[in-house]
T-cell receptor, first 115, second 114 residues
């Protein structure tokens, strides 16, 4: 079964700092990868996704993620965070053509950006 | 489209009572998912449907939990009887297809069982 591991439960940054949130997955086959964001009091929204092509994926609000197949990783990055990026970030994986048709989520990383 | 609609948004009940959560997926989506989110366990998939048929309910914690999807535009998640440890936020999500497709989440139902 596939699994997703997010390295940090909590991250605290000052505005303008650079962000990198780690995500590793375990599955031997081809995967689709997602980052979702949950702003305080709101529901989950898609930030970006990868399923083929360029391993560097750009999403909304200046976020990007790089799929490194050899490392089973899909880390989320942003060069300069803003206070409004305070939210919980979830990495998720869905295995292609494996019989699995569900999204497996990581436990999430809570990002707090101080002004 | 209005997105995924869930009701109620908040529910407070006493232990032992029946709780029914409702979800209306995005029109045209053929997959519907129920998730539970807690501080301890994060986001867990409970059950999902494809074309109104339950496909995998292995995430349903106990027999006290049941879910139905009588038609393409409506699903319920029922807890009977409810217990304090069921307190969580329950999300419904829908998608058109799977694997590569984005799941769209509803606003969630925040359940508190006293």
């Amino acid at each position: 079964a596939q699994s997703v591991s997010q390295h940090n439960h909590h991250v605290i940054l000052s505005e303008a700092a650079s962000l990198e949130l780690g995500c590793n997955y375990s599955y031997g086959g081809t995967v689709n990868l997602f980052w979702y964001v949950q702003y305080p009091g709101q529901h989950l929204q898609l930030l970006l996704k990868y399923f083929s092509g360029d391993p560097l994926v750009k999403g909304i609000k200046g976020f990007e993620a790089e799929f490194i197949k050899s490392k089973f990783s899909f880390n989320l990055r942003k060069p300069s965070v803003q206070w409004s990026d305070t939210a919980e970030y979830f990495c998720a994986v869905n295995a292609q053509n494996s019989g699995y048709s569900t999204l497996t989520f990581g436990k999430g990383t809570m990002l707090l950006v101080s002004p | 489209d209005a997105g995924v609609i869930q009701s109620p948004r908040h529910e407070v009940t006493e232990m032992g009572q029946e709780v029914t959560l409702r979800c209306k997926p995005i029109s045209g989506h053929d997959y519907l998912f129920w998730y539970r989110q807690t501080m301890m366990r994060g986001l867990e998939l409970l059950i999902y449907f494809n074309n109104n048929v339950p496909i995998d309910d292995s995430g349903m914690p106990e027999d006290r939990f049941s879910a139905k999807m009588p038609n393409a535009s409506f699903s319920t998640l029922k807890i009977q009887p409810s217990e304090p440890r069921d307190s969580a936020v329950y999300f419904c999500a829908s998608s058109f297809g799977w694997s590569e497709e984005t799941q769209y989440f509803g606003p969630g139902t925040r359940l508190l069982v006293l």
